[in-house]
């Protein structure tokens, strides 16, 4: 049997619910999931978080084997680590799968380390476990987005709100004829003509106010000096609700003016007034 500690932990553990000190108000409050096994792998405490991470109530948990929380693809892997802290050493940061009351699988993190009487005899152990689901979603969500940004026919590039540039994904080094190391730690106005510098600022201060710049026509620089019209669309990225930076997506519109150039009958000035 695991964990050769003294019968009546279930009592134990029912008393353990009441918040009696410090410590076992940081279990009741934690956002963690935090688990006490007995022997055997007998749940013998469970904390709000786990009830919420797990699906399980108290009365439907305490007693049970903690395997309840593992699917049958991890049910080895799970005696493995009872095994161990059972021999005393602390298992740390396992990334691995569970299952909530309602059959539904997910990522955790788990730290289970052994629990010592006062002679030193292993009792039981302390499960913390952590829902690697947001986290997991954030990573896939920035390897989607680096993946765009590496493949986008779009020129994408980050800034300060000062207009100092940040990012820089290829096809702005294809647009604009610059590496990003030419480029990273300079203003924005190096890809305007000077003519343009003001509008810049302008477009920079609306940001500064949280709102977005879209599809708007402009003409921007070369490294070769050459010009050619872009359709930019700035977005604000914030920070708890706060502009702290821009991010500037720019179009080529050269192909397009040069179709409507081409589609103008002679004669007819591209503009009316």
Not at 50 to 71: D, H, M, Q, R, W
Request: charged content about 20%; some cysteine; aromatic content about 6%.
């Amino acid at each position: 049997m695991l964990f050769d500690g003294a019968p009546g932990y279930r009592r134990k553990a029912e008393e353990s619910r009441r918040p009696t000190d410090w410590a076992s108000a940081l279990v009741q409050f934690s956002g963690e999931a935090i688990i006490g096994v007995g022997p055997g792998g007998i749940v013998t405490s469970w904390n709000p978080a786990a009830a919420k991470l797990y699906g399980y109530t108290n009365e439907e948990i305490l007693g049970k084997s903690v395997l309840l929380t593992t699917p049958e693809s991890h049910i080895e892997e799970s005696r493995a680590v009872l095994a161990k802290v059972s021999a005393g050493q602390p298992v740390e940061h396992l990334e691995t799968i569970r299952v909530r009351k309602d059959g539904t699988l997910f990522p955790v993190s788990l730290t289970v380390a052994p629990i010592f009487d006062e002679d030193g005899a292993i009792v039981g152990a302390a499960a913390i476990a952590s829902d690697l689901t947001q986290l997991r979603q954030g990573v896939e969500s920035a390897q989607r987005l680096a993946t765009f940004l590496e493949h986008s026919d779009d020129a994408i590039i980050g800034q300060t709100l000062e207009g100092i540039m940040t990012s820089w994904n290829p096809a702005a080094q294809r647009m604009y004829g610059y590496d990003s190391e030419e480029v990273i730690g300079k203003p924005i106005e190096l890809l305007a003509p000077a003519e343009r510098a003001d509008e810049m600022k302008a477009v920079l201060a609306e940001i500064g106010t949280g709102y977005p710049v879209e599809h708007f026509e402009s003409v921007r620089l070369r490294k070769d000096g050459t010009t050619f019209p872009v359709s930019l669309t700035i977005s604000p990225i914030l920070n708890h609700g706060v502009p702290s930076g821009a991010t500037t997506i720019a179009r080529d519109m050269t192909e397009l003016a040069e179709c409507k150039a081409g589609a103008r009958p002679s004669g007819v000035p591209s503009r009316v007034s």
